[in-house]
């Protein structure tokens, strides 16, 4: 059936998840194929952190020190501005770790990276502008895909979907889906940097205003967040109003009239938070957003993902080599990285709900940071332990898959 050439693993994404099992099953002699709809990785929307648990897994592979002489930022503390005081959330200086810090590097530069260690494997292949459009199935495994303009490629052994929040597992009903819902949503828009200086990231609460400024270089990326459902009322209120409260919040942004003037530069990203009921089936297995979409909340996403990645390789890896159905053991990646999804997730929804959610309700109004941040404050050492879940996460994935002869 194959119009490419097949491979034992075929792998639909080129993100965060996809393209670090692409690397990790090919460096253990698997032939891996990533499938990816782009034609490069340059995407505006997508998050700039690598925390200390990814860069921990790049260690382990010899990596770290290459990662390390890319462009980059690094934050040793995550600190933001509430009700006009600048305070200190969580303090990563102290983790015991190769990098103890959030490296601030845009996501197009990580994955070039990436690609750029994983080609170092012959059993490593990426295409680009191949967006599959359908899976493929015999009746009882999935088998392969096809792509947009009618090729198929046949997996040997196992198809992964590592394809975002929009995955085709679930657009095409392989896998079943729950929503659990989300109370934001974010306008994305670029404001050319008037100064330099602050943070590469950086939080500015004020009541009815939540905003996040990350440092590009010559420009700052903003996430304007705002309650779920408010986007058309927002739309309709004009730029001018938009912008007179960005201003008011962010005036390291500088004025904004002739730089915010219409209403179609805030880009409308939906936020949301959901997981399969299972992540896989005979043939098939879905990781990083694709089995659980993640809100952008505390920037732990693309670590996730990671640690999905790092998990299927160390599950399947060595099996892999040896026999040619692994489809019994699909279930054990799931069951390693369940837990630490649904509790990250958790953690995620209560931030929304109860922080966010109150920090953006009508009338909302405060005038010194909640208490928990004024407690943070008058003890810094409180603060390692937001900079541990921050950094490292729920559980840490180790790499343990085999490095081919
Ligand atoms: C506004 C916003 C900001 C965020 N900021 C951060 C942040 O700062 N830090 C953080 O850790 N997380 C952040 N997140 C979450 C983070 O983006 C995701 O959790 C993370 O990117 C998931 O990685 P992934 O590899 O699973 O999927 P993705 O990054 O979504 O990658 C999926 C890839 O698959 C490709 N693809 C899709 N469909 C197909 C197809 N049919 N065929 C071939 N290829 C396909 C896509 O082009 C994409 O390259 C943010 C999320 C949002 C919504």
Same mark, same amino acid.
């Given at each position: 059936?194959?119009?490419?050439?097949?491979?034992?693993?075929?792998?639909?994404g080129g993100g965060p998840?996809?393209m670090?099992?692409?690397?990790?099953?090919?460096?253990?002699?698997?032939?891996?194929?990533?499938?990816e709809k782009h034609g490069d990785f340059l995407r505006d929307f997508r998050g700039d952190?690598?925390?200390?648990?990814?860069?921990?897994?790049?260690?382990?592979?010899?990596?770290?020190?290459?990662?390390?002489?890319r462009p980059?930022?690094?934050?040793?503390?995550?600190?933001?501005?509430?009700?006009?005081?600048?305070?200190?959330?969580?303090?990563?200086?102290?983790?015991?770790?190769?990098?103890?810090?959030?490296?601030?590097m845009p996501q197009w530069d990580f994955l070039d990276f990436l690609r750029d260690?994983?080609?170092?494997?012959?059993?490593?292949?990426l295409?680009l502008n191949?967006?599959?459009?359908?899976?493929?199935?015999?009746?009882?495994?999935?088998?392969?895909?096809?792509?947009?303009?009618?090729?198929?490629?046949?997996?040997?052994?196992?198809?992964?979907?590592?394809?975002g929040?929009?995955?085709?597992?679930?657009?095409?009903?392989?896998?079943?889906?729950?929503?659990?819902?989300?109370?934001?949503?974010?306008?994305w828009?670029r404001?050319?940097?008037?100064?330099?200086?602050?943070?590469?990231?950086?939080?500015?609460?004020?009541?009815?205003?939540?905003?996040?400024?990350i440092?590009r270089g010559d420009y700052?990326q903003?996430?304007?967040?705002?309650?779920?459902?408010?986007? &058309?009322?927002?739309?309709? +209120? !004009? $730029?001018?109003?938009?912008? @007179?409260?960005?201003? *008011? /919040? =962010?005036?390291?942004?500088?004025?904004?009239?002739?730089?915010?003037?219409?209403?179609?530069?805030?880009h409308?990203?939906?936020?949301?938070?959901?997981?399969?009921?299972?992540?896989?089936?005979?043939?098939?297995?879905?990781?990083?957003?694709?089995?659980? &979409?993640?809100?952008?909340? +505390? !920037? $732990?996403?693309i670590?996730? @993902?990671?640690?999905? *990645? /790092? =998990?299927?390789?160390?599950?399947?890896?060595?099996?892999?080599?040896?026999?040619?159905?692994?489809?019994?053991?699909?279930?054990?990646?799931?069951?390693?990285?369940?837990?630490?999804?649904?509790?990250?997730?958790?953690?995620?929804?209560?931030?929304?709900?109860?922080?966010?959610?109150?920090?953006?309700?009508?009338?909302?109004?405060?005038?010194?940071?909640?208490?928990?941040?004024?407690?943070?404050?008058?003890?810094?050492?409180?603060?390692?332990?937001?900079?541990?879940?921050?950094?490292?996460?729920?559980?840490?994935?180790?790499?343990?898959?085999?490095?081919?002869?």
């Open positions: 059936m194959s119009d490419i050439d097949a491979a034992d693993i075929v792998i639909v998840a996809g670090l099992a692409g690397l990790l099953f090919a460096r253990a002699g698997i032939s891996t194929l990533v499938l952190t690598v925390h200390p648990s990814t860069m921990e897994v790049l260690d382990q592979l010899g990596m770290l020190e290459r990662f390390l002489q980059h930022t690094r934050l040793h503390e995550a600190r933001g501005t509430i009700a006009g005081q600048e305070v200190v959330i969580g303090d990563l200086s102290h983790l015991k770790v190769a990098a103890p810090f959030i490296a601030i260690e994983a080609t170092a494997f012959p059993r490593f292949r295409e191949a967006g599959v459009t359908r899976l493929l199935d015999d009746g009882q495994r999935i088998t392969g895909v096809e792509l947009g303009d009618g090729r198929t490629i046949k997996a040997r052994k196992l198809v992964i979907a590592a394809d929040r929009g995955s085709i597992v679930r657009r095409d009903g392989w896998l079943a889906v729950t929503e659990i819902g989300s109370a934001i949503d974010v306008f828009f404001v050319p940097k008037a100064e330099d200086g602050g943070d590469a990231l950086r939080g500015i609460v004020a009541p009815g205003t939540l905003l996040v400024l440092d700052w903003c996430g304007y967040v705002f309650r779920k459902g408010m986007g &058309a009322q927002l739309q309709a +209120g !004009g $730029i001018a109003a938009l912008r @007179a409260r960005i201003e *008011a /919040v =962010a005036p390291i942004l500088g004025p904004l009239d002739t730089v915010l003037t219409d209403m179609d530069q805030m409308l990203l939906t936020v949301k938070i959901d997981r399969l009921d299972c992540w896989h089936r005979p043939g098939l297995l879905a990781i990083g957003d694709a089995a659980h &979409a993640m809100s952008p909340v +505390g !920037g $732990i996403g670590n996730l @993902a990671i640690q999905d *990645a /790092v =998990a299927a390789a160390n599950v399947l890896a060595v099996a892999l080599r040896r026999s040619a159905n692994v489809d019994h053991m699909l279930g054990k990646v799931e069951a390693r990285r369940g837990l630490p999804t649904r509790l990250t997730q958790r953690a995620q929804q209560v931030a929304q709900d109860r922080i966010i959610g109150a920090v953006l309700s009508p009338g909302s109004s405060f005038n010194r940071p909640p208490w928990p941040v004024r407690l943070l404050g008058r003890f810094p050492l409180l603060r390692r332990i937001p900079g541990r879940m921050i950094g490292l996460g729920f559980r840490r994935e180790i790499v343990r898959s085999p490095l081919a002869p």
